[in-house]
């Protein structure tokens, strides 16, 4: 069965400094792609970076990087120099693209807060 | 371009009342795909749509159905509503399924029963 884990579910960080967030999942499906969200207060579920699972290269979108660690099933978002407006929930998905479903798994998610 | 729409943004109902719940997604993409997020369960898959069929669904009872329309809009319909069904309601859009590298989600309907 799937699973996507987010051990933290809480964090806090100084303004300015970097912060990783941790995200295991738990596939034997070869194919896979790996999905980070921001989630404010207001509701709605913003879309970070996404990585392939036969990507070679770990994805970076602005400030955010995903370490993507293949072999230890691990997809933890690093977000470099945190801003307050980064106080958020964050959720980890996961999606199987062999199956052609495109629905995503998530994660409980991580609650970050930006301390001024 | 415009982002992934859903209306309306809070509704309140009542014990054994319907709703529908609309979204429109990103235009180009066809592929729908609905969430239900509470507290205690967190998210969850409720079904996907493409080319105006459903595709894929969740485990949710069949109180909770949803259809595409022509022109990839999506309803989702809740009947005979429970207190349980509660919760913020998502929808997301992607381009096809299954290979797609982005999927948008958009603001949510938050549904509260009473």
């Known amino acids: 069965a799937q699973k996507i884990t987010q051990t933290q579910p809480g964090m806090f960080v100084q303004e300015k400094e970097a912060v990783t967030l941790d995200c295991t999942y738990d596939?034997?499906?070869?194919?896979?792609?790996l999905f980070w969200y921001k989630q404010p207060s207001s509701g709605e579920m913003i879309f970070l970076i996404y990585?392939?699972?036969?990507?070679?290269q770990n994805a970076t979108e602005g400030r955010y990087s995903l370490n993507f660690q293949k072999a230890r099933k691990s997809a933890n978002l690093v977000i470099s120099a945190s801003q307050l407006g980064d106080s958020a929930m964050y959720f980890c998905?996961?999606?199987?693209?062999?199956?052609?479903?495109?629905?995503?798994?998530f994660g409980t998610g991580t609650r970050l807060t930006v301390i001024p | 371009k415009a982002g992934v729409t859903q209306t309306p943004r809070y509704l309140i109902k009542t014990r054994g009342q319907q709703v529908t719940l609309s979204c429109s997604p990103i235009?180009?993409?066809?592929?729908v795909s609905w969430y239900q997020q509470t507290p205690g369960q967190g998210l969850q898959f409720l079904f996907e749509?493409?080319?105006?069929?459903?595709?894929n669904k969740g485990n949710f009872p069949g109180r909770f159905s949803g259809r595409q329309f022509s022109n990839s809009r999506s309803e989702m319909n809740v009947s005979t509503l429970e207190l349980g069904d509660s919760a913020l309601y998502l929808c997301?859009?992607?381009?096809?399924?299954?290979?797609?590298?982005?999927?948008?989600f958009g603001q949510g309907t938050r549904l509260t029963v009473v």
């Open positions: 997301a859009s992607s381009l096809a399924p299954g290979s797609s590298t982005e999927a948008f």
């Open positions: 596939t034997s499906d070869p194919s896979y792609g």
């Open positions: 990585q392939g699972s036969y990507d070679q």
């Open positions: 998905a996961m999606r199987y693209t062999t199956s052609g479903a495109n629905n995503l798994f």
């Open positions: 235009s180009g993409h066809r592929s």
């Open positions: 749509y493409f080319s105006e069929t459903q595709r």
